[in-house]
T-cell receptor, first 111, second 113 residues
Framework: QKEVEQNSGPLSVPEGAIASLNCTYS??????FFWYRQYSGKSPELIMS????GDKEDGRFTAQLNKASQYVSLLIRDSQPSDSATYLC???????????FGSGTRLLVRP | DTGVSQNPRHKITKRGQNVTFRCDPI?????LYWYRQTLGQGPEFLTY????????KSRLLSDRFSAERPKGSFSTLEIQRTEQGDSAMYLC???????????FGPGTRLTVL
C-alpha cells in the first residue's frame, strides 16, 4: 500500500463545474496536509494547507480533511481551463520532517 | 520577497560525469529539502536540512549523491558518476518550520545521455 494514494485520472470536467480531487493516506498519526498544483514542465505550487478536521476555504478552493477516514480532498468551484494541471496531495507523517507526495491527479477542464 | 531559486535550470551531461546543483531558499527559511521527480510521479524525498545540519536522508540517496548546506543558507546537491536513471527533475524547497508550508523552487532538469 502506498503511503499517499491518488487516482491518476485524468478527471475531465466542463468549465464552470465543481472538480473534486481525492487523496487517502496510510499513517493515522499524520498531522499536516497540503495540496499542490503542477503545470506540465513546472514545479509544484502550493494551493492550500489543512491541519484539522473539517473544511478550509480559500477563494474557489476548499480543502476537506477527515482524519478518522484518513481522507483529504480538494474541491475547485467554477473550474476554469487554466485550472487544468496535475494536483498533488502531500502529507507530513507524524514525527517526520518530510512531505510524502501522491502521484497526482490530472485535471482537465473542458471549455 | 524572492522565492526559492535553483541553478542551473537545465543540465545535460554524459554518463559518468559529475554534476552539482545549487539551491537558494527563501530568506529566513532555515528548513531546506531536496526532492526528485520523474515523469508521472510525485516528488520523492531525498534529504532535509535544518540550518546546516542534515537531519534526514532517504534510502534513495545512494553514495553517489551528496548534499551540503555549509552556512545554513544555500545548499548544493552533487551527483557523482551519473547514470541514465538519474535523469529527473531535482526540486529544492524551503519552509520556516517543519510543520509549516513548504515552497518549491523552479527545479533543475537533469538529462544524462
Amino acid at each position: 500500500q502506498k503511503e499517499v494514494e491518488q487516482n491518476s485520472g485524468p478527471l475531465s470536467v466542463p468549465e464552470g463545474a465543481i472538480a473534486s480531487l481525492n487523496c487517502t493516506y496510510s499513517d493515522r498519526g499524520s498531522q499536516s496536509f497540503f495540496w499542490y498544483r503542477q503545470y506540465s514542465g513546472k514545479s509544484p505550487e502550493l494551493i492550500m494547507s489543512i491541519y484539522s478536521n473539517g473544511d478550509k476555504e480559500d477563494g474557489r478552493f476548499t480543502a476537506q480533511l477527515n482524519k478518522a477516514s484518513q481522507y483529504v480532498s480538494l474541491l475547485i468551484r467554477d473550474s476554469q481551463p487554466s485550472d487544468s494541471a496535475t494536483y498533488l496531495c502531500a502529507v507530513r507523517m507524524d514525527s517526520s520532517y518530510k512531505l510524502i507526495f501522491g502521484s497526482g491527479t490530472r485535471l482537465l477542464v473542458r471549455p | 520577497d524572492t522565492g526559492v531559486s535553483q541553478n542551473p535550470r537545465h543540465k545535460i551531461t554524459k554518463r559518468g560525469q559529475n554534476v552539482t546543483f545549487r539551491c537558494d531558499p527563501i530568506s529566513e527559511h532555515n528548513r531546506l529539502y531536496w526532492y526528485r521527480q520523474t515523469l508521472g510521479q510525485g516528488p520523492e524525498f531525498l534529504t532535509y536540512f535544518q540550518n546546516e545540519a542534515q537531519l534526514e536522508k532517504s534510502r534513495l540517496l545512494s553514495d553517489r549523491f551528496s548534499a551540503e548546506r555549509p552556512k545554513g543558507s544555500f545548499s548544493t546537491l552533487e551527483i557523482q558518476r551519473t547514470e541514465q536513471g538519474d535523469s529527473a527533475m531535482y526540486l529544492c524547497a524551503s519552509s520556516l518550520s517543519p510543520g509549516q508550508e513548504m515552497f518549491f523552487g523552479p527545479g533543475t532538469r537533469l538529462t544524462v545521455l
